[in-house]
């Protein structure tokens, strides 16, 4: 992934022993977008059962110039896209998903995003 590790938090939505649990980890790219916003690679990965997997990672995150690159609002915006679900924005949006991450989204992606709302607030 990324160049320099930036923050790995971890995120239990659930009561201990009644779902997953989930981590982001961030890296700064070390370089800026056309509009000069510092760009950031991410990945979420889910653990269950002690089977840890990959949900989604990327290098595509554009982190707003009014927060740190390693600030609660950075953490907060990229689970803001990342527990998106049908219905929530265009159905485009959910085009390259695979059943993984269709299944995450059907199932867990409303408690990820409360727990990040209930944890780092809202905008």
């Not at 009561?15 to 977008?33: C, E, I, Q």
């Not at 690159?69 to 949006?93: H, K, M, N």
Request: glycine share 8%.
């Amino acid at each position: 992934m990324g160049n320099n590790y930036l923050r790995r938090v971890l995120l239990r939505p659930y009561w201990k022993g009644a779902g997953p649990t989930f981590s982001l980890t961030m890296w700064d790219l070390n370089r800026v977008d056309s509009s000069g916003k510092s760009m950031l690679s991410y990945r979420l990965t889910m653990k269950d059962c002690g089977r840890s997997r990959i949900l989604f990672e990327g290098e595509d995150f554009a982190c707003s110039p009014m927060n740190g690159i390693d600030s609660d609002q950075c953490v907060r915006a990229i689970l803001g896209f990342l527990t998106l679900r049908p219905g929530d924005t265009d159905a485009e949006y959910f085009e390259n998903y695979n059943q993984e991450q269709l299944d995450f989204c059907a199932q867990h992606a409303e408690a990820l995003s409360y727990e990040a709302l209930t944890r780092f607030g809202e905008d």
